[in-house]
């Protein structure tokens, strides 16, 4: 007679689902402004995430990239269905999902920098941006922390390949 497995499967596919639900990231994940992370960072932060838009979730990379984005630029381009309707189209969408970028300081002072980046979208093609980021100088939460205003249209500089 064959003994019954003392494996209770139920709990085990419990067990397994608990752990993958704890184990993946969530929009809780979001990097939020600080006056710890220095402007070329804020660039990065934002360039990073729109890299990998849908991971972990669907357009995460979006909303990581409006946390950045400073109040008055947000009233301009948001609300945030608003704004990622906007990356979303011709004008911004290569940097959604792209495979690489590089940046670079072209200035800063105590409250503005701005930078070069340059993108390699999906298609292999590159984009060059203007991108600029300040001090917010108001009070509250934001205070001291450097947040985006400005990202030029982007310039098509040719193809990869």
Not at 57 to 77: C, L, M, Y
Not at 139 to 148: A, I, V
Request: proline letters at 5%; glycine letters at 2%.
């Amino acid at each position: 007679m064959l003994k019954k497995p003392l494996i209770n499967y139920n709990l085990y596919l419990k067990i397994i689902l608990i752990f993958l639900v704890l184990l993946r990231p969530t929009l809780a994940d979001i990097i939020k402004p600080s006056i710890n992370i220095e402007p070329k960072e804020v660039v990065k932060i934002q360039l990073s995430a729109l890299m990998k838009n849908d991971f972990p979730n669907i357009d995460s990379g979006i909303i990581q990239t409006w946390e950045f984005a400073h109040p008055n630029n947000q009233k301009v381009t948001g609300p945030i269905e608003k704004f990622k309707n906007m990356l979303k189209n011709d004008s911004y969408s290569m940097l959604l999902n792209h495979s690489n970028h590089e940046v670079l300081e072209v200035y800063k002072s105590n409250r503005v920098a701005t930078f070069e980046v340059t993108v390699l979208d999906k298609e292999k093609k590159y984009y060059k941006f203007k991108w600029q980021v300040e001090k917010y100088t108001i009070e509250g939460s934001l205070k001291d922390c450097w947040l985006t205003t400005a990202v030029s249209q982007p310039i098509l500089l040719g193809s990869s390949v």
